[in-house]
Each structure stands twice: as C-alpha cells, then as structure tokens.
C-alpha cells in the first residue's frame, strides 16, 4: 500500500515541476520586455537584436517557445552564461557541491542540537536551558543573516584571525579526487586527512551562521510540540501509573511530539537555501548562492533562472523525501 | 511565513454561537470597556516582551513616519574632508560613514523604506491572498483546485529565492522589490484564510444565513471573512517583520534599494567594505534591523496567545 502512496506523491511531483518550471520560463521569457534585447546588451544594432531573436527562437509563439525551454531543461541544458560564456550547466555542477555540504552540515546540526535543546527546554521548562533555548528561538528569527556573517567574520576573521576567510580549502591545498564533489566527504573516502581538517576548518564559520537561524525555528518547533505533548491526558496516565519520568518523556511524549516537526524539515531546506545566498555572498564563500549574486549584478538571466530552478527542484525533492519518510514514521497514516 | 498558523484550527471556532441577534455572526468586534482594559493590561503588563516589542514597534512607526524631521543630521548631506568614518562621538552618536554622513540620521530617515515596502507589500498579498484564499475555500471543487494548484505553484519555491529572482528579472528598484515581496507573500494568506473559510463555512449561522436566503457576497463579507480576520492578524504582525528582513536581504544584495537612498540593507551593503576599520557603520544598521523584526515578531507571538489561547506556541 505504502509504495502506491509513494507513487501517486511522485506522480503529484511531475506537476509541481510543471509548475517550477511554467513560472521560471515566464520570468525568464515573458517578463522582461524584450529579452533579446537583453541578451544581445545595450550597445547592440537592431539587428544583431533581431539576430538573437532569432537563434533563441523568441520569434515563436509562446506555448512552443515553453516546450523548447522544457525540453532544454529536461537535458540540464540551462543555456550559455553570458558572463563566464559557458554553459550554465558546466558552472553548476562546479559550485553546487559547495552549497550542499554547507547546506547538509547545517541541516545537520540544527536537527541535532535543536531537536535535544527543544525537548530538553520543555522538559525543565523555566530552568536555564529553557532561557538559553528561547533566547535563541527568538534571536535566531530576526537576526539578518548577513548581518550576522558579517559580525561574525569581523570578530573571528579580522579581530582574532582563528579562522579563513572564504574558499573551501588553504590555498596550498589540492582539492581531492571528485567523487561526491563534497570535500570533507571525498578526502575521507580517500583517506586524505590533511584535507578533510583543512576543508572542516574552512566550513566552520559559515555553518555556525547559516545554522543559527534554523537552529532558531527547530527548536521552536519541536518545544512547542513538547510542551503541546506533555499536557495530554495520556501522559498523565503513564504518570499516574507510576512510570519513571524518563519512561514517560522519551517512551511516551517524545516519539508524539517529534512527528509533527519532521514535516517541517522539508521547509527548513528552503530556509537553508535562501540563507546560503547570503551567507556564501559575505564568506565569499564558491557555492551556487555566490554564483547567483555575481549573475544578479551582470544581469546574467540563464544563471539566475537556473539557479532559480535547481534550488527549486531541490527544494521540492527534499520535500517529497521528508513526504514518504513521514509515512513510514506514523502508523496512523490512511492508505486509502 | 511560516506554516504553523495555517496548520492550526480556526479561531472563529471559539466565537461558536447561534443565530440570536437577527442574524448577526458571533463576531466580538468591540467588549465592553472595562474588558478591553483589563485584557491589554493582562497583554502589556503580564507578559514584558509584549510590551517591549509594543514599545520597539512604535518606536519603529514614529522613525518611518517623522523620521526625517527628527534626524540631528541630514541624511544625504556628505563631508568627505572633515568627517569620514567618524567613530561614535557627541556630535555623531553613531559614528559616519565613508562619505562623512552621519550614520544615526540615516538609520532614522531608513526605517521610511522598510516600512513603506511592508506596507505595500503586506497591504497586496493580505487582500490578494485573502481573496483567491476565500473564493477557494468557499466554492470548493474545481474552483478550489485550479486556484490552490496555482497558489502551490509559488509555494514551491523557497521564497527569498523566488523573491530573487523576480526581483532580478524586473530590474534593481524598490518598487520591483515590492512587486517581488508581494509574489511570494500572497500564497501564504490564500492558504491561511481558505483553510479558515473551509470551516467556517460548515457553522451553523452560515447555514442559517443561507437558509433564509443570504447572498454568497453577504455571507462571505458579513459573517465568514469577519470570523477569519484575527489569523489574518496574528500572521500579518509576524509578516511585518519578516518583509522588513526580506526587503533588506534584497537590497543588501543589491537589487532593492539603490545607493545614496539610506535603506536599512543598502547601507550594510556599503558598510562591509569598512568592517574592519568602522565597526560601528555596520553595527547599529544590523541592530535597528534586528530589533524591528524582533519587535514584531515578539507582538505577533503576544498576539497570537492572546487572540488563541489553545495554540502551541508559548
């Protein structure tokens, strides 16, 4: 029964891709005024204008200009940077592995210390954890992310000089062989520990500060739904019955209150994503959110569009992961 | 923007009552004056950070509207010569920047556009989103379904990305800005309020209006949209403050706001470039900003326990 329910989920995706994809194509296609004109620069003769016009099929009526960009898509064939005059695809996949690793480190450790911290908090509710856990569930939500980057750079970069500043690794340091393209992942497997340390080093900093903010809501979340938890009848019973209150919390209340929050891991990717824009912008840090910045101040469209893009399907798969996990996680889910 | 409001069960629930008062929906617009009283007491004085944001967020409304009136500088006025990069002092409180502007006066004068873009963009997505939200969940069926897949189709982006890209697309200004705030914000209300309006609609002073021959209109406007304003309320408070975030992302990035305008994220913008050497540019911009969203978020919370006393949020 689960797999047809997995089925139709995958079946629903195919639409949210259409859907992905009919509002990066009106962006990219419809929107601005004349995107051969954009294109071709401002400098260029009409027709040169006309001439792109022409090569990028923009004289084509709309639905078939959708199915050419689709069908582009489909083959990860993003089009040419303007800027770098290569495909978008060759610049993709050699800035994305850096935005996953910062983005999975910090998914990570916000699951893994939010979660404890939450559960901690609502347990010794008004006890110095619970101050420290709500100190930063409200901080972390209106810290301005770059600011926060910056802050941080200031202090640990400039002041102490204990950590580096932007790139994945020292300079001397050779990347290791691409097999995942995420480098602490890849040294390991080769065994080249100087490298794993080095590229460890690097990430700290921009880590710290793209969890903070998700560490915030995760904490939020899963206190919350605690607290929500250990005031339901069923809880008083198990205490009532004499259970330990060990027994209790992570027996009883823990595995009730956690399900909810794990729906809300699928949205933390997003917040991840859009922080890591920030975030890579101040580290200088070579990920797809640096890459997308520099394209957003040349004006370079296929980059930004397909950023755009990636980071949606990215988003949207993490979402159906999270989705099916969920259905293996609560029994009381209907399979009909 | 945040799910768990829309998650949660309507508030119009607890305004349960029966037709009595010739047709009227229970909706408590006004208590009596003593009731009043005693619950912004209890919001106020019981809870602190209630108050501290109350206090911010005017602090806040009162800098957007006289702002410029109350700056001790210009906030345009430049004095390269004399007075670049000043630390803090008597004269400058917070210091100058790197064109001798007086780095206080632009952070008043700057809260104008974060609120101004809030405005415009909650004012949009709240009436958009609340419409498309109502028509969907009040007709139901194929009008719920073409209008909800088309809401998820902006739901599917990660909204500071998509707000990006449009930005990106329309072009480095704050009225694109606004445009692409409001294209990422809107979705989240027609979710909010057709989930609201899904079960109001099955209470019975609903059917009571329709069984004596109410219009859809009058219905929609006099007894359910009245009875899903407070979520809208609570959401738009904590909205506040992440559309001032966002605009300021927008433009730290470079795409809202545009030099020498003294928006929040655009002078931060700027003021990286001397992190080193002026602590202080960078500083107070990033603690106004912090503060405001803070603010606002923490009335948006205080609102929300006080307006729906069963959520979980606490």
Partial sequence: MIVRLIIRRMFFLVFVLLGLSIVTFALSHLVPSDPARMIAGPRASKSQVEKIREQYGLNDPVAIQYVDYVKGVVQLDFGTSFTSRKPVRDDMSRYLPATLELGLYAFLLSTLVGVPLGVISAVKRDSWIDHISRFVSITGLALPVFWLAIVVQFFFFAKLNKFPDGQRLSADIEPPRRITGLYTVDSLVTGQWHIFFDAWWHLILPVAVLTYGSLAVVTRMVRGGMLEVLNQDYIRTARAKGLTSNSVIYRHALKNALLPTVTQLGLQVGLLLSGAFLVEMVFSWPGIGRYAVDAIQRTDYNAIMATTLVIAVIFVMMNLVVDILYLFLDPRIDYA | ?314
């Fill in chain 2, 1 to 314: 923007m945040t799910e768990q409001a829309s998650t949660q069960e309507p508030i119009a629930s607890q305004n349960d009552a029966t037709l009595a008062n010739g047709g009227a929906a229970p909706v408590r617009m006004g208590a009596s004056g003593s009731q009043t009283r005693r619950n912004l007491h209890r919001f106020l004085v019981k809870n602190r950070l209630n108050l501290a944001g109350l206090v911010i967020v005017s602090l806040f409304f009162i800098l957007a509207i006289f702002g410029s009136v109350l700056a001790p500088h210009s906030a345009y006025q430049q004095d390269i010569k004399h007075a670049k990069l000043l630390p803090p002092s008597t004269e400058h409180w917070m210091g100058t920047d790197e064109l001798g502007r007086d780095v206080m006066s632009r952070i008043m004068v700057g809260a104008r556009y974060s609120l101004q873009v809030a405005a415009v963009v909650l004012t949009f997505s709240v009436l958009f989103g609340t419409l498309v939200g109502a028509v969907a969940g009040f007709f139901g069926g194929l009008v719920d379904e073409i209008l909800m897949r088309f809401t998820d189709m902006f739901l599917a982006f990660p909204a500071l990305v998509l707000a990006i890209a449009i930005a990106a697309t329309l072009g480095q200004n704050l009225t694109n800005t606004m445009i692409a705030l409001a294209t990422v914000f809107w979705p989240w209300y027609a979710r909010l309020v057709r989930g609201q309006v899904l079960a109001v609609r099955e209470r019975d002073y609903v059917d009571a209006g329709r069984s004596i021959g109410m219009s859809n209109t009058r219905l929609m406007f006099k007894h359910i949209l009245p009875n899903c304003i407070s979520v809208v309320i609570i959401q738009m408070t904590l909205d506040v403050g992440y559309a001032v975030l966002a605009t300021s992302s927008l433009s730290f990035i470079g795409l809202g706001a545009q030099p020498p305008t003294p928006e929040w994220g655009t002078m931060m913008a700027a003021a990286r470039n001397y992190f080193r050497d002026a602590w202080w540019y960078t500083t107070f911009p990033g603690i106004a900003l912090t503060l405001t969203v803070l603010a606002f978020n923490l009335l948006g919370d205080g609102l929300q326990d006080a307006l729906d006393p069963r959520s979980s949020r606490r």
